[in-house]
């Protein structure tokens, strides 16, 4: 099945620091990833689309100057964190799109990063 | 703006309850209904729903949808402890987005 690997699993870092996460399918070309946010106890909020080789698309209220996305090729998307505060502290995971696959909606998710600010 | 529902919040049952966990949904250009398992990391897939009226089954779990009331049932029967986990429901529409619902917490006392 479809294989996605998201790096670091967890991470730890001071306020005002910037922190890059990776999100990669290793088995397949995915066109389209999606970045999510999960706090403590609620569910997977789609913060931005994705799409290789173009500009992400954002959800209402995702600042787009703070969470950098970049999909510079067909098997690996970036999330940067940019002048991280306690309160972006969160789960992150990323999921991915197979488009050689049947089910339009399906997603294969990635195992999230744990960001930890201090 | 798309909107899934999921009752109720949390359950607790004991071994070898049946539940019913529901969900329903409000999405523009509606494609699939999608069940989830989260335990401590990533949600992992259950099952996808597309056609109303046809039950997918997976050893104890299954799921229907109706498209024309919008909205999903999961079934669990024979509970057992392993399977206290978050189950989240997301629905499909354009753009392949998925719009998750704030998921069903459930607990299996021995």
């Not at chain 1, 992400?56 to 964190?81: M, P, R, W």
């Not at chain 1, 399906?106 to 600010?117: A, D, H, K």
């Not at chain 2, 986990?85 to 753009?95: P, R």
Request: aromatic share 10%.
């Amino acid at each position: 099945g479809a294989v996605v690997s998201q790096h670091p699993s967890w991470v730890i870092c001071k306020s005002g620091t910037s922190v890059k996460i990776e999100c990669r399918s290793l088995d397949f070309q995915a066109t389209t990833m999606f970045w999510y946010r999960q706090f403590p106890k609620q569910s997977l909020m789609l913060m931005a689309t994705s799409n290789e080789g173009s500009k992400a698309t954002y959800e209402q209220g995702v600042e787009k100057d703070k969470f950098l996305i970049n999909h510079a090729s067909l098997t690996l998307s970036t999330l940067t964190v940019t002048s991280a505060h306690p309160e972006d502290s969160s789960f992150y995971i990323c999921s991915a799109r197979d488009p050689g696959g049947t089910s339009y909606n399906e997603q294969f998710f990635g195992p999230g990063t744990r960001l930890t600010v201090l | 703006e798309d909107k899934v529902v999921q009752s109720p919040l949390s359950l607790v049952v004991h071994e070898g309850d049946t539940v019913t966990l529901n969900c329903s949904y409000e999405v523009t250009n509606f494609r699939s209904l999608l069940w989830y398992k989260q335990e401590k990391k990533a949600p992992t897939f259950l099952f996808m729903l597309t056609s109303s009226g046809i039950e997918k089954k997976s050893g104890r779990l299954s799921s229907i949808l109706d498209k024309k009331e919008l909205f999903s049932i999961l079934n669990i029967t024979a509970t057992q402890t392993g399977d206290s986990a978050i189950y989240l429901c997301a629905a499909g529409g354009s753009n392949y987005k998925l719009t998750f619902g704030k998921g069903t917490l459930l607990t299996v006392n021995p």
